[in-house]
């Protein structure tokens, strides 16, 4: 139940970032096909937001989000390890902003 929630809360928060239908219209037979707003067809349609970034699906958000690493450099020649956060990409600071978490510095 806990994980459909956060599913649910983190589609809803993200919806500027995928394709998800922020406004989708009323249905008045719940079992009849799914109609699309006309926002969500632009969305479709252009691939990218007003400011030329690209949309993601849900999952593809998330694979995105998975390449925000920490690495571990070790110059060569030395034992000295200094750990490093890759460079988070706008999308990957809209996606944090937009749940209200600031990006993590250290990860665990």
């Given at each position: 139940m806990l994980a459909c929630y956060l599913i649910w809360h983190l589609?809803?928060?993200w919806?500027?970032?995928?394709?998800?239908?922020e406004n989708p219209p009323?249905?008045?037979n719940p079992v009849g096909p799914a109609t699309r707003s006309p926002g969500a067809r632009a969305k479709a349609s252009?691939?990218?937001d007003e400011h030329g970034r690209p949309r993601y699906s849900f999952g593809g958000l998330l694979d995105h989000l998975a390449?925000?690493?920490?690495?571990?450099?070790?110059?060569?020649?030395t034992t000295a390890t200094i750990p490093m956060l890759?460079?988070?990409t706008p999308a990957q600071r809209q996606a944090f902003e937009l749940i209200g978490v600031p990006i993590p510095l250290?990860?665990?």
């Open positions: 589609r809803r928060a919806a500027p970032l995928t394709y998800t239908d009323r249905r008045g252009r691939q990218h390449t925000l690493t920490h690495n571990d450099v070790r110059f060569n020649g890759t460079e988070p250290t990860l665990r």
